[in-house]
């Protein structure tokens, strides 16, 4: 073949087009003049081997298509770099968001450290004079350090049920009792098929029974057969609740480091109190305490925390004191969020459907567990009032969405939150700006209930 027809031959992996001429034999001229200057120097020589980036780039054919037209690759080149723009902001978005949470830590890091030499020589040594100072509410804002928030916690809640180690001791004996009456006649195996669920089923009913049956009495008041029964049910809901607490950490789960301590510390207390038994919602009380303590300060901050008036109410199902808390709840929501309390009764939510798990769990359950944290420091320094400043801004938070939900979402939003990005930062200022007076929250207990 000759030279001249060889140079009219085309390759599919031509890196050069006729820039010229369009298909109809038109200049391209005018065209031309409407492209950037790099783009302009690429169609004057004809070369567009920069515009191919690689063998998947979006310039690419397949061999057994037509090669695209120039303005189709030109196209295509201004797509992806588009693209490229978008993806590095992004990155850089990402970075500077990065960057500026890093900085948050260091710099609340710094202030626990500072903080923690002040509650060492100054606070705790002198916890009477000093816990209800404003400088002290002031310095646990920050949040409390790890190295004291245990001791921190159990100077709070106090022992003013006088529990001893030796008492522990006791209580630990018969709940390793129970344990062996429950596996006697129960494998204890996570809930995996519809015969495990119906089996805890059958054991939250028998437990509810026994309560149901024995009413709200004291613990000398039950006799040998019922303290058996309630513990040995109850045995087997600590053992099949615990898979739930806290999956993430992988510490409470069977062969994780706490499983058999937070199994001790229930399984002391529903022999302790058994006129309470088993309550959902333990487990992550519990976990919570063991996270900061040993299993014996453990089970005495369980102990106490749960004897107090509010918390009592709940764990002992006293259908007299519980309506009293939620109604005041729905009273505040009325009073400082009317539009989310006006559309809450128009879709049938009320406290009910999310301050009781609140409650119970002392928001473990419900957020992040490095704010659930902070939350925990500030109840027990502030009192039960952080419990509802903190209820409040939860639904501050989430108004956005809880306003434009239905009754099923709403109950989606409160059972998901753990699944959803909070900010700490956020949040604990939504909490700042919510002031509630212990007083006249006290009248609204004091109030019959709606």
Same mark, same amino acid.
């Given at each position: 073949m000759?030279?001249?027809?060889?140079s009219t031959?085309?390759?599919p992996?031509?890196?050069?087009i006729?820039t010229?001429?369009n298909t109809?034999?038109?200049s391209?001229?005018? *065209?031309?003049?409407n492209?950037?200057t790099?783009? +302009?120097?690429?169609v004057?020589?004809?070369?567009?081997?920069?515009?191919?980036?690689n063998?998947?780039s979006?310039?690419d054919?397949?061999?057994t298509?037509?090669?695209?037209t120039q303005d189709?690759i030109? +196209?295509?080149?201004?797509e992806?770099e588009?693209?490229?723009?978008k993806a590095k902001k992004t990155l850089?978005r990402?970075?500077k968001? +990065?960057?500026?949470?890093?900085?948050?830590r260091?710099? /609340?890091?710094?202030?626990?450290i500072?903080a923690?030499?002040i509650?060492?020589d100054?606070i705790?040594?002198?916890?009477? /004079?000093k816990?209800e100072?404003?400088?002290?509410?002031?310095?646990?804002?920050r949040?409390?350090?790890?190295a004291?928030r245990g001791?921190v916690?159990?100077?709070?809640?106090?022992?003013?049920?006088?529990?001893?180690?030796?008492?522990?001791n006791?209580f630990l004996?018969?709940a *390793?009792?129970a344990?062996l009456?429950y596996?006697k006649?129960?494998k204890?195996?996570?809930i995996?098929?519809?015969q495990?669920?119906?089996?805890r089923?059958d054991?939250?009913?028998a437990?509810?029974?026994?309560?149901?049956?024995?009413?709200l009495?004291d613990?000398?008041?039950?006799?040998s057969?019922?303290?058996?029964?309630?513990?040995t049910?109850?045995?087997?809901l600590?053992?099949?609740?615990i898979q739930?607490?806290f999956p993430?950490?992988l510490?409470?789960?069977r062969e994780?480091?706490?499983h058999?301590?937070l199994?001790?510390v229930?399984g002391a207390y529903?022999?302790?109190?058994p006129?309470?038994?088993y309550?959902p919602?333990m487990?992550f009380?519990a976990?919570?305490?063991?996270?900061n303590m040993d299993?014996?300060?453990?089970f005495?901050c369980l102990?106490?925390h749960i004897?107090?008036?509010c918390?009592l109410s709940?764990?002992?199902?006293d259908?007299s004191?519980i $309506?009293?808390?939620?109604?005041a709840m729905?009273?505040? !929501?009325e009073a400082?969020? $009317? $539009?989310l309390?006006?559309?809450?009764?128009?879709?049938g939510?009320s406290a009910k459907?999310?301050l !009781?798990?609140?409650?119970t769990?002392l928001f473990?359950?419900?957020l992040p567990?490095?704010?659930?944290?902070r939350?925990?420091d500030? !109840?027990f320094i502030e009192?039960?009032?952080f419990?509802?400043r903190?209820?409040?801004s939860?639904?501050s938070?989430?108004?956005p969405d809880l306003?434009?939900a239905?009754?099923d979402e709403?109950?989606?939003?409160?059972?998901?939150l753990p699944?959803?990005k909070i900010?700490e930062?956020?949040l604990?200022?939504?909490?700042?700006?919510i002031?509630?007076?212990? /007083? /006249?929250?006290?009248?609204?207990?004091?109030?019959?209930?709606?």
């Amino acid at each position: 073949m000759s030279s001249d027809s060889n140079s009219t031959t085309t390759s599919p992996t031509a890196t050069t087009i006729n820039t010229n001429t369009n298909t109809s034999g038109t200049s391209n001229t005018a *065209n031309e003049e409407n492209l950037p200057t790099v783009y +302009k120097e690429l169609v004057q020589t004809g070369k567009v081997e920069n515009l191919i980036l690689n063998p998947s780039s979006l310039l690419d054919r397949p061999k057994t298509l037509p090669p695209k037209t120039q303005d189709e690759i030109l +196209k295509h080149q201004k797509e992806y770099e588009e693209i490229q723009k978008k993806a590095k902001k992004t990155l850089e978005r990402e970075a500077k968001e +990065k960057e500026k949470l890093d900085l948050i830590r260091k710099e /609340k890091e710094k202030s626990l450290i500072e903080a923690r030499k002040i509650w060492e020589d100054e606070i705790i040594p002198n916890w009477e /004079k000093k816990k209800e100072l404003k400088r002290t509410k002031e310095i646990a804002w920050r949040g409390l350090h790890p190295a004291i928030r245990g001791k921190v916690w159990r100077l709070c809640v106090g022992n003013d049920l006088r529990i001893t180690e030796e008492l522990f001791n006791i209580f630990l004996g018969h709940a *390793n009792n129970a344990k062996l009456a429950y596996n006697k006649t129960n494998k204890h195996s996570p809930i995996s098929s519809p015969q495990d669920y119906q089996q805890r089923v059958d054991i939250r009913q028998a437990n509810n029974g026994i309560k149901a049956t024995n009413g709200l009495k004291d613990s000398a008041e039950f006799d040998s057969d019922d303290v058996l029964a309630l513990e040995t049910t109850s045995m087997g809901l600590i053992l099949q609740d615990i898979q739930d607490t806290f999956p993430s950490l992988l510490i409470f789960q069977r062969e994780g480091p706490l499983h058999t301590d937070l199994i001790d510390v229930l399984g002391a207390y529903i022999c302790y109190r058994p006129d309470i038994g088993y309550v959902p919602g333990m487990t992550f009380l519990a976990a919570m305490f063991l996270l900061n303590m040993d299993k014996f300060q453990a089970f005495q901050c369980l102990s106490n925390h749960i004897n107090s008036v509010c918390y009592l109410s709940f764990f002992r199902q006293d259908l007299s004191g519980i $309506p009293k808390y939620l109604s005041a709840m729905d009273a505040t !929501v009325e009073a400082l969020v $009317p $539009p989310l309390y006006k559309h809450f009764q128009e879709i049938g939510i009320s406290a009910k459907n999310y301050l !009781v798990d609140w409650i119970t769990t002392l928001f473990s359950k419900a957020l992040p567990l490095d704010i659930a944290t902070r939350v925990w420091d500030l !109840v027990f320094i502030e009192g039960e009032i952080f419990i509802y400043r903190t209820a409040l801004s939860i639904l501050s938070y989430f108004m956005p969405d809880l306003m434009s939900a239905t009754y099923d979402e709403c109950i989606t939003i409160f059972t998901m939150l753990p699944q959803r990005k909070i900010s700490e930062e956020r949040l604990f200022e939504e909490i700042s700006t919510i002031i509630l007076d212990q /007083k /006249k929250f006290d009248k609204l207990l004091n109030q019959k209930p709606k």
